[in-house]
């Protein structure tokens, strides 16, 4: 099986920065796209960068030119650096990879991490 832990949570002022991580660790066959996530009281989670195997990226409106998602094949980590943070980036962050895994050729499954919780507040 896939297991992801993400670190790098915290409290931060407003306009601070932080940096997630997040190690993949396990057996695949293939890993394909990353992601993180966030989650808040109440809502459902939501989208907030995208990586492929191929570096190609997607933010979130609201976090595009201030995060950044990068990638590391070799070390099976994905990054998100989070600039310019306000409250309303309070939240319990998720990464997520899909793989394939299993047998033979196997199949795509998603599987996620515990979550690393971010608070933003003076």
């Known amino acids: 099986q896939v297991q992801l832990v993400e670190s790098g949570g915290g409290l931060v002022q407003p306009g601070g920065s932080l940096k997630l991580s997040c190690v993949v660790s396990g057996g695949w066959i293939d890993l394909g796209p990353m992601a993180w996530y966030r989650q808040t009281p109440g809502n459902e989670r939501e989208q907030v960068a995208t990586i492929t195997s191929d570096a190609v990226t997607t933010y979130a409106d609201s976090v595009k030119d201030r995060f950044t998602i990068a990638r590391d094949n070799a070390k099976n980590t994905i990054t998100l650096q989070m600039n310019s943070l306000n409250p309303e980036d309070t939240a319990v962050y998720y990464c997520?990879?899909?793989?394939?895994?299993?047998?033979?050729?196997?199949?795509?499954?998603?599987?996620w991490g515990q979550g690393t919780r971010v608070t933003v507040s003076s």
């Open positions: 997520t990879v899909r793989a394939r895994v299993g047998k033979a050729w196997g199949f795509w499954s998603n599987f």
